[in-house]
């Protein structure tokens, strides 16, 4: 059977008759919600959405489409990717799985292989992959030790202009911590973040002097007018807990800026009592918490022979109840630290849900892929669907809950605009050249 939203009425003005919404996702309407869901008529005009009404009260002499109540989303927020790494599995793969080989296998490939027009390509291939599936906002880290920091932040500026109004598009420095006292190094880097108005970032571990480390991050982004996202205690070690050291520095530093947390595997290894009291102060500094449920459970507690015990994932859910901002995200596309993946939202969130036990109830959990990472990455303006903001909108078939999360979603329609877009993925042979294929 055909998909009964594939043909949109080619107007500038038009109804989307008998939607059904997630609540969460939709601004100023209040309506009678079943699992979260509510039923509605939506008027676009001119790529806005011009009103959000009671199903089958919209005028009827405008072009319609009925969607028989399948769920209308709004666009997605990746909040966690790594562009500058997508795609290079072909080329390099990571033949134990483990985060030590991937760490080795990404090492050797940036040194003989990260050139610009590489960087850029394999970024390109990974956004048009993005888009096509309906996603509007992204964070990417980027590898960050020199040279590299020049190569790929130069092309991330270049990048995130050419798609401006597609994928609205920001990048944190990622960096070993060891290195913030190499103050040539840092000087350096920072000059290149502020330059292409980046993130400050890095990966947290244990190590000498981390509360003096931290100290020169926040007074650095304090100076600079930076915001910071880190990669935090991505490992099972239980004895690695850098997440609480982060939050005391925020508040240590009375540091105003916005801060992001990564992955905080090892959280979900302490006991009651410790984790309770990292939790507390990882709220009261306000930080907020990205897990990458597929990367992580994929990475940890990875052993030869060995069927894995932890699913690598933060306490998630006991972060949310305590008033810490959570979201979760993609992270790594088909490179060393994850083989898989395709920048699909739907994927990330269907994953999530599984891996994190996101349903029963299922109300609020769409927020994590779309409103909450939109309002941490300070961009309100994705993320939602409200009267007078861009039709920016990815229409399914699926009606309920059980039928979303049980297929791909694969014939789901993009809007941008007010306007269904070409939904074709970029074949992966375009990347063969880059492979010596």
């Known amino acids: 059977m055909s998909n009964p939203i594939a043909?949109?009425?080619?107007?500038?003005?038009?109804?989307?008759?008998n939607a059904t919404l997630p609540e969460i996702c939709v601004d100023g309407v209040e309506a009678p919600a079943c699992e979260g869901l509510i039923s509605a008529d939506i008027i676009v005009a001119d790529g806005k959405v011009e009103a959000i009404l009671k199903p089958g009260t919209a005028p009827s002499g405008l072009p319609s489409t009925d969607l028989r109540n399948g769920m209308v989303w709004p666009t997605f927020v990746d909040m966690h990717t790594h562009l500058d790494k997508g795609h290079i599995w072909d080329r390099r793969p990571n033949p134990s799985g483990d985060f030590i080989g991937a760490l080795e296998a990404v090492k050797t490939d940036r040194e003989a292989r990260w050139s610009a027009e590489d960087v850029k390509a394999r970024m390109e291939f990974s956004l048009r992959t993005a888009y096509a599936h309906g996603t509007s906002l992204i964070r990417t880290h980027l590898d960050s030790l020199a040279p590299q920091h020049r190569i790929s932040f130069e092309v991330f500026a270049e990048v995130r202009d050419a798609w401006a109004g597609k994928i609205d598009l920001q990048a944190a420095a990622l960096?070993?911590?060891?290195?913030?006292?190499?103050?040539?190094f840092f000087k350096d880097l920072v000059e290149v973040?502020?330059?292409?108005?980046?993130l400050l970032g890095g990966v947290t571990y244990l190590m000498p002097g981390l509360d003096d480390k931290l100290d020169i991050l926040f007074r650095t982004a304090s100076e600079n007018g930076l915001d910071i996202d880190l990669h935090v205690d991505e490992t099972q070690d239980k004895e690695t807990l850098t997440l609480k050291t982060i939050a005391e520095a925020k508040?240590?530093?009375?540091?105003?800026?916005?801060?992001?947390?990564?992955?905080?595997?090892?959280l979900a290894r302490q006991d009651e009592d410790m984790a309770k009291r990292t939790i507390d102060v990882v709220a009261e500094a306000g930080l907020s918490v990205v897990s990458l449920p597929m990367c992580n459970m994929y990475?940890?507690?990875?052993?030869?022979?060995r069927t894995p015990r932890q699913r690598g994932v933060t306490l998630f859910h006991e972060l949310s109840a305590a008033g810490v901002a959570t979201a979760?995200?993609?992270?790594?596309?088909?490179?060393?630290?994850?083989?898989?993946?395709?920048?699909?939202?739907?994927?990330?969130?269907r994953e999530a849900v599984r891996i994190i036990h996101l349903d029963h109830p299922l109300d609020t959990a769409a927020r994590v892929v779309t409103r909450t990472p939109a309002e941490i990455l300070k961009r309100p303006d994705h993320g939602?669907?409200?009267v007078g903001g861009k039709a920016d909108l990815v229409l399914f078939s699926a009606r309920r809950w059980s039928e979303f999360l049980s297929?791909?979603?694969?014939?789901?329609?993009?809007?941008?605009?007010?306007?269904?877009?070409?939904?074709?993925?970029p074949d992966y042979r375009e990347l063969d050249p880059l492979l010596g294929v």
């Open 384 to 386: 939602r669907i409200a």
């Open 193 to 198: 973040i502020v330059a292409n108005k980046g």
């Open 328 to 349: 979760v995200s993609s992270d790594n596309t088909r490179d060393p630290f994850y083989a898989y993946g395709d920048l699909d939202p739907v994927e990330v969130f």
């Open 175 to 184: 960096f070993p911590f060891d290195q913030i006292t190499d103050e040539a």
């Open 251 to 266: 508040l240590r530093n009375r540091f105003e800026g916005s801060v992001t947390v990564g992955h905080c595997c090892s």
């Open 299 to 305: 990475l940890q507690d990875r052993h030869p022979g």
């Open 7 to 17: 043909n949109l009425p080619a107007a500038k003005r038009f109804v989307l008759a």
């Open 407 to 425: 297929r791909p979603q694969a014939d789901r329609i993009v809007m941008r605009n007010g306007m269904g877009i070409d939904r074709s993925l």
